[in-house]
């Protein structure tokens, strides 16, 4: 069975620094993963995925992730945090093409910008 | 503009009351989902549908119940059995799987507090 571990439940950031989420997942197959956002009292939000092909994968508002296979990783990282990035950012795999498989969720890591 | 609406934001139950929290989507997924967010504890899968007329337990569905009449709709009932329904409650709604769970789109929640 899949699992994702997302490292460190809060991030505190200057605005203007790099942000780095990490993720690390378990899967018995090539899984597919996702990062998501969420604000404050909305849904979540695609920022980006991996399903196969290139390993670095660029979303939106400036985020992007890399698949590295050996490491079990798919951290998310921004070159320069602003105000805005402050919310919930959840990994998620989908590792399984079997009827009981499903997409995992991790427990979400809360990024803070500090100004 | 396609999306999933839920209604209502909020909602009140007293004790020993069914509710039920509105799912409605216009971007013609085949599949539906519900998720209980806790905090900490990231999204747990209640129920999901994956065609109309049939739907599959999660991993937390006791004490709650679905029906899937119409592709655009998938209502969530929390009965009386559910002895903590406090939580904020997302639906979601993807293309139909092809041997990988897809990318999910999220409604913006309804957040069910216990009088």
């Known amino acids: 069975a899949q699992s994702v571990t997302q490292l460190g439940s809060h991030v505190s950031v200057s605005e203007g620094a790099l942000v780095l989420l990490r993720c690390n997942y378990s899967?018995?197959?090539?899984?597919?993963l996702f990062w998501y956002v969420q604000y404050p009292n909305q849904g979540l939000q695609l920022l980006l995925k991996?399903?196969?092909?290139?390993?670095l994968v660029k979303g939106i508002n400036g985020f992007e992730a890399e698949f590295k296979k050996s490491e079990t990783s798919f951290h998310l990282t921004k070159p320069s945090a602003h105000m805005s990035d402050a919310a919930e950012y959840f990994c998620?795999?989908?590792?399984?093409?079997?009827?009981?498989?499903?997409?995992?969720f991790g427990k979400g890591t809360r990024l803070h910008i500090l100004p | 503009d396609g999306g999933i609406t839920q209604s209502p934001k909020y909602l009140f139950r007293k004790e020993g009351q069914n509710v039920t929290l509105s799912c409605e989507q216009n971007?013609?997924?085949?599949?539906m989902y519900w998720y209980r967010q806790d905090p900490g504890q990231g999204l747990r899968l209640i129920y999901y549908?994956?065609?109309?007329?049939?739907?599959q337990k999660g991993d937390i569905a006791e004490g709650y119940s679905v029906s899937r009449e119409k592709k655009e709709s998938f209502p969530l009932t929390v009965t009386s059995a559910q002895k903590n329904p406090t939580a904020f409650y997302l639906c979601?709604?993807?293309?139909?799987?092809?041997?990988?769970?897809?990318?999910?789109?999220f409604g913006d929640g309804t957040r069910l507090s216990i009088l």
């Open positions: 979601a709604s993807s293309f139909p799987r092809q041997g990988r769970w897809q990318p999910q789109h």
């Open positions: 899967s018995s197959v090539p899984p597919y």
């Open positions: 991996y399903t196969t092909g290139a390993t």
């Open positions: 998620a795999v989908s590792a399984g093409s079997n009827r009981d498989d499903k997409i995992i």
């Open positions: 971007l013609n997924h085949d599949a």
């Open positions: 549908s994956q065609i109309v007329n049939d739907f």
